[in-house]
């Protein structure tokens, strides 16, 4: 396990939940979590005798099969295709929710496919990027859907979130730009970025249901806040950034006919008119399909342990992003050596992760 964070954290959980993985080290950045037991980085109750460390080289000179890596990308994404590249060359197969633009390979950049490629080549290994959203909402749930219908006009992914209780201050501010000036777009939203992201499983879920897409583009809006909020991550002001919606398409005849569509808020009053999750959640994935029939699919999840109780749907959502890459590891490890996309992967099932009770493998 390569990093410790938001996707880190359930990514442990996962490896100790799945019967047929063992998770035998943790690489971590931050000094403080350096000696700690991956139980205690993970909430876990019980511990699990692997201490973290710094010490990657050593990691990968001990003969792993497989890393989850899920270091961020976003704003060290040079560092993170190194790490990947070196696992991969190490012989480690890795699995990663941190370098978008590995998601296609036909699109990803040629100098950054010919390195990790080329790394793939000498170790052996295969190398697969995915998680919910960019990832199994468009590689794996919108095709099933999809195939269910008598015919279909469009397909849109769309996730539906309000980031008030996403546990990374830096990326809520610095990234989506909430709290920051309106004059001042944050760098999620430059021209390009959005496509770089989610091009790529539109593409994907374009070649699944045999859609030759004339072109993609890219539509971005940005709302103010009404009022001034405060949040655990702090104040957010009245006249700053607090909502923005972006929408990736495939056009065919000039007309979209796969989208992606984000709708990102940290106020709910911001934006009323554009979609909510059901409920008025704080937030879900959805499938949208407009054809015959019309149909909408939608997941939420959350980190309570309450049956009645969702809870938190940011802490969910990304736990939904760990188990999908961790779970694909023996399929991963069997698949040929270069970057995967999910067609690349049979259909992936969670065979025994279904514990009695008193034999849960987190600690909730």
């Not at 909430?43 to 890596?69: E, R, W």
């Not at 995915?130 to 397909?155: M, N, Q």
């Not at 996730?159 to 008030?164: D, H």
């Not at 030759?212 to 909020?229: A, K």
Request: glycine share 10%.
């Amino acid at each position: 396990m390569w990093g410790t964070g938001n996707v880190g954290r359930p990514a442990i959980r996962a490896t100790v939940a799945d019967a047929d993985l063992e998770l035998v080290a943790v690489v971590v950045s931050a000094d403080e979590k350096v000696g700690r037991d991956a139980a205690d980085l993970a909430d876990l109750p019980d511990p699990t005798g692997v201490i973290a460390t710094q010490d990657s080289d050593a990691v990968l000179a001990s003969g792993i099969d497989a890393v989850v890596y899920t270091a961020t990308g976003d704003t060290r994404p040079d560092a993170a295709v190194d790490d990947i590249v070196a696992c991969l060359a190490a012989g480690a197969d890795v699995v990663s929710t941190s370098v978008y633009p590995l998601i296609h390979p036909p699109t990803t950049p040629a100098d950054l496919r010919s390195r990790v490629e080329t790394a793939c080549a000498a170790g052996g290994a295969s190398c697969w990027v995915s998680g919910i959203d960019p990832g199994f909402l468009a590689d794996l749930l919108a095709p099933v859907l999809v195939a269910t219908c008598v015919s279909v006009d469009r397909v849109e992914v769309r996730e539906v979130f309000n980031y008030a209780t996403y546990h990374a201050p830096h990326a809520v501010r610095e990234l989506c730009g909430f709290g920051a000036p309106m004059d001042a777009p944050p760098p999620m939203l430059w021209p390009g970025v959005p496509t770089m992201v989610w091009g790529g499983v539109l593409r994907i879920l374009a070649e699944l249901l045999d859609v030759e897409l004339d072109e993609v583009d890219e539509q971005i809006e940005r709302r103010p806040l009404e009022r001034t909020i405060e949040l655990p991550i702090g104040t957010f002001a009245a006249g700053t950034q607090g909502a923005f919606r972006l929408l990736v398409r495939g056009l065919v005849n000039g007309e979209p006919v796969i989208v992606v569509d984000h709708v990102t808020r940290i106020d709910d009053e911001c934006a009323p008119d554009w979609p909510y999750a059901p409920e008025r959640s704080m937030g879900c994935h959805q499938v949208i399909v407009h054809g015959d029939p019309d149909v909408t699919l939608s997941v939420e999840a959350g980190d309570s342990a309450d049956p009645d109780t969702l809870g938190d749907r940011n802490v969910g959502g990304i736990a939904l992003s760990a188990g999908r890459i961790v779970h694909a590891i023996p399929d991963v490890i069997a698949a040929p050596n270069r970057i995967l996309t999910a067609a690349d992967l049979p259909l992936i099932v969670g065979r025994g992760l279904v514990r009695p009770p008193g034999q849960r493998a987190t600690g909730r």
